[in-house]
């Protein structure tokens, strides 16, 4: 590979990510905030030429509860903790439509030149949670592809792991439901077997963000496995983190981190893959977008004097495949 790649991949979930977390509790403004942003978002990815994968949980492609009930899987995930389950988790607690259903925006999303969009499995699957099986997973995938072509006609090429519980033995799934890319956890220790948290993780992942402790974040294109049948495993480097409110340093030292990573990435002919949830903006708008615009500019500076492309996860894989 004769020049560098920053890939972006969002995790567009809106309330499916975190109804496990929440409960019934949810703050109603804070998704509704998400949505109001998403095309500010794709204004500034627009204006800089900027390429992105939204890994899409599928039942945001539902128009209304009809809808996302007919596109559902037969086989449904048997979590031993049923608070995992989306589907457990509507019985319990209905309907807020503007927190669970996108397909506007979707469509926003696919009007916007260089935007590709990928999958987040349809019911914001967890592969590593205890009681679930590959049988399942398979059926959820393809149900989220089903819904993406029934309602777009799209055939999902990329795919991100909910909570990056990435399963090896599930990648034969995700090959036979048409997947060509997912997005797998940075090399450092405190990505791995995500599914066991503990303090020490949690905060060796904040510390990562602000200050230099782990592995590179940018690496080789060689370092990108194909598995299988051709199945492209492209390792995350950075998440975006929130915005801290009150917290100025904090937000500055993250921001020259990612810059400083990614001219790392330029210089040495590396890749770069950064990545976030869009819901993470509803933090404090204003912030979160200026501080993807500095990223965005120093983008456009690096590909002018070090040549570095900007790649969506397929035309990445697409890249790979030459």
Not at 83 to 98: D, I, M, R, T
Not at 143 to 166: D, M, T, W, Y
Not at 211 to 223: D, Q, R, T
Request: glycine share 6%; proline share 4%; charged share 20%.
């Amino acid at each position: 590979m004769n020049h560098s790649i920053l890939t972006i991949s969002l995790d567009f979930e809106l309330l499916w990510g975190v109804f496990d977390k929440v409960g019934g509790g949810f703050d109603k403004d804070y998704f509704l905030r998400t949505r109001q942003l998403i095309p500010e978002v794709l204004e500034l990815f627009q204006k800089y030429g900027a390429e992105a994968t939204w890994a899409t949980v599928g039942m945001l492609f539902a128009e209304n509860e009809e809808e996302w009930r007919s596109f559902q899987p037969s086989q449904k995930p048997t979590y031993l903790d049923r608070n995992l389950s989306a589907y457990h988790w509507v019985k319990q607690h209905g309907f807020e439509p503007a927190c669970l259903f996108a397909p506007e925006i979707i469509k926003e999303i696919l009007d916007c030149p260089g935007q590709e969009l990928g999958s987040h499995t349809f019911a914001h699957y967890y592969t590593l949670s205890k009681g679930q099986t590959p049988l399942q997973f398979r059926e959820d995938l393809l149900a989220a592809q089903r819904i993406a072509h029934a309602k777009f006609g799209l055939e999902l090429k990329s795919l991100v792991f909910p909570r990056n519980h990435i399963n090896p033995l599930y990648l034969e799934s995700c090959v036979e439901a048409g997947f060509r890319q997912v997005r797998v956890n940075p090399s450092s220790w405190y990505w791995q077997e995500t599914q066991h948290e503990n303090l020490m993780k949690k905060v060796f992942r904040t510390l990562d963000c602000y200050i230099n402790i782990g592995n590179s974040a940018s690496y080789e294109a060689g370092a990108i496995v194909s598995w299988g049948r051709g199945l492209k495993l492209m390792p995350a480097s950075r998440i975006l983190k929130p915005i801290q409110r009150g917290n100025g340093i904090a937000n500055s030292w993250k921001i020259h981190r990612v810059k400083s990573e990614m001219t790392h990435a330029a210089k040495n002919q590396e890749v770069y893959h950064l990545w976030w949830h869009p819901h993470n903006f509803a933090v404090d708008q204003v912030r979160a977008l200026r501080e993807l615009e500095t990223i965005l500019e120093h983008h456009r500076f690096l590909n002018e004097k070090y040549g570095m492309k900007s790649m969506s996860m397929q035309t990445f894989g697409d890249f790979l495949n030459k």
